[in-house]
């Protein structure tokens, strides 16, 4: 489709791209659940991602509801701490990881020009591998859901102190969706080594597949540490072995470095792919070229390179000796080098841009602010004795949550609203878009903004139940009402979307007149994603199209001349 001839009369047919009607999506259900077209996965995993968003989102207002109030008996310590887990643990491995992986296996191929993903059936395995490990790890509600929070720290996983069978859910969980993560990845990166259309150099490459690609040699290099920590868990309690256990040789803080070694890439796994999201929706709405594009793609791959590095400032309480603690200090404060280098580069993009305030847009900027903020309180974290006063209290929990909500979650609306019209071929609402938008962006800040306070008030996390104390109540009930008013939000999207799916206005191919090749074919994109795939000529092909299509139309007609 993507290609027509304009005039019968040129010696060469002029590239248009057109779209006369809206394919109905199949009904039949078999070819989805055998599918190994990468459009279909991508759209099988952000429903199923956004599903688990949705179940995590409950469990975050349970928590919140328990919170509200001092000594609230809502909910029993044991409920409590299984909802912490539960939810943690859905977020990272169910969600903001995976939902990263349902755009770039929608996207990547067509912004690349390729027609599918270098292994098809991999990739589906790797669908299914994420749905199996969400599946063990949701049965465990009916017998007995883990208990030791997101990051199962021995002993507390051990069996001495939880012999059921929830944490085995959980190691089982960690196994299916790192191998699913892990035959992904390697199929982004053979599919953006291999499979780029001709003339796409490296510097021409999408700053969204850039970030892919980094997400993906991160998720090889770091996946390893967590798959041996959780399998000599797995031993130490079935198989007699005392990888963890003191009292027989063995050391908890062994769990730390393994876990940390892939937890704190994992910060990064979640963010680069919304760097690129953000990367792609600013230019196309300041209507100008992305400015710094060489500076962004380097700031990438020195962020993943450093964020291998600096895994024990998640262990500045564990005993070591001062000159590992500045070491890992100094490598942390780092990485603001490179993001800050990002954070200019994006402001340059929007400074003196011919600006349209559409909804991908307020969700990019809305990023930009909540980032900010995450990233300054990171930088007090990663000073030690400021982190001996901040470990474990609420200001932990307000940090993260500025970083992984706003710099994942923001960034995932914001390609939600910009892609939806490829994806579906109807655009979403935009009222209820910045209703949305606003509502997220006051809620979030209203529920996280104040943890700081609680935190800096010497709140711990993790805890159900706490005295009235201070102002602790007042702010525990803040920003539980914060959590609702986010919940409204997101619900409006949730309406949105779904009510665009069969009201929204048809797109067309280009909606938003963006540069990029996935917009060089109908919405949403046929089968094998292209009649013809162009020639790449700058990091912006589609401009070039349309220049050359306005060059060739403006043709004096050899005829009539």
């Not at 929070?149 to 196994?175: E, M, Q, R």
Request: with cysteine.
């Amino acid at each position: 489709m993507a290609v027509s001839t304009a005039s019968t009369l040129t010696q060469t047919p002029i590239p248009q791209v057109v779209a006369h009607e809206v394919p109905r999506p199949t009904r039949n259900w078999v070819d989805w659940l055998t599918t190994t077209d990468h459009k279909k996965i991508g759209i099988m995993y952000l429903v199923l991602t956004f599903a688990f968003f949705g179940v995590g989102g409950v469990e975050a207002l349970l928590i919140r509801l328990q919170l509200a109030v001092p000594d609230n008996t809502l909910l029993d310590f044991k409920t409590y701490n299984q909802l912490i887990t539960m939810h943690g643990t859905t977020m990272v491995f169910l969600f903001v990881v995976p939902v990263m992986a349902g755009f770039g296996n929608y996207f990547v191929p067509l912004m690349i020009g390729a027609r599918d993903m270098a292994f098809p059936k991999l990739n589906a395995l790797s669908f299914w591998m994420l749905a199996a490990g969400g599946a063990v790890f949701y049965a465990s509600i009916f017998f007995n859901p883990p208990e030791c929070g997101w990051t199962c720290y021995v002993p507390l996983s051990s069996k001495d102190y939880l012999p059921n069978g929830g944490v085995d859910a959980w190691i089982f969980l960690v196994h299916l969706t790192g191998i699913g993560s892990l035959v992904g990845s390697v199929n982004f990166y053979v599919t953006i080594a291999n499979m780029r259309a001709p003339g796409m150099t490296w510097s021409r490459l999408p700053l969204f597949c850039w970030t892919i690609l980094t997400y993906s040699v991160l998720l090889i290099l770091a996946l390893p540490a967590i798959a041996a920590a959780v399998t000599l868990l797995l031993t130490d309690r079935h198989f007699g072995t005392n990888f963890y256990d003191p009292a027989e040789g063995g050391s908890p803080l062994l769990w730390q470095h393994l876990f940390w070694f892939f937890g704190h890439p994992e910060v990064y796994i979640m963010v680069l792919p919304g760097f690129g999201i953000i990367s792609e929706v600013l230019p196309i709405f300041a209507r100008k070229p992305i400015f710094g594009y060489k500076a962004i793609a380097a700031s990438t791959l020195t962020i993943a390179f450093l964020g291998l590095m600096v895994w024990a400032h998640h262990m500045f309480t564990t005993p070591s000796p001062s000159v590992v603690l500045v070491f890992f200090m100094v490598s942390s404060m780092l990485i603001s080098i490179p993001t800050g280098i990002k954070i200019f580069s994006w402001i340059g993009t929007l400074w003196r841009g011919t600006i349209v305030f559409r909804t991908p847009l307020l969700f990019a900027v809305g990023f930009l602010g909540t980032f900010l903020i995450g990233g300054i309180t990171g930088v007090f974290l990663a000073i030690y004795p400021v982190d001996w006063q901040l470990h474990d209290t609420y200001f932990v929990v307000a940090h993260f949550h500025y970083v992984l909500m706003g710099g994942a979650v923001f960034a995932v609306f914001s390609g939600l609203y910009y892609w939806f019209p490829k994806m579906t071929g109807r655009m979403m609402d935009e009222k209820l878009g910045k209703i949305s938008f606003w509502t997220m962006l006051i809620g979030f800040h209203t529920t996280f903004l104040v943890q700081h306070s609680i935190g800096l008030d010497g709140m711990p996390r993790r805890i159900p139940e706490y005295a009235d104390v201070g102002h602790l109540g007042l702010y525990n009930l803040i920003s539980t009402i914060g959590a609702f008013i986010l919940g409204v939000g997101i619900l409006v999207t949730a309406i949105n979307a779904l009510r665009s799916l069969k009201h929204g206005p048809v797109a067309g191919p280009d909606p938003w007149k963006a540069n990029t090749l996935e917009w060089f074919t109908q919405s949403p994109p046929p089968k094998n994603n292209f009649d013809a795939v162009p020639r790449v000529r700058s990091v912006e092909p589609m401009k070039d199209i349309r220049a050359e299509i306005e060059r060739r139309t403006n043709e004096p007609d050899p005829v009539s001349a």
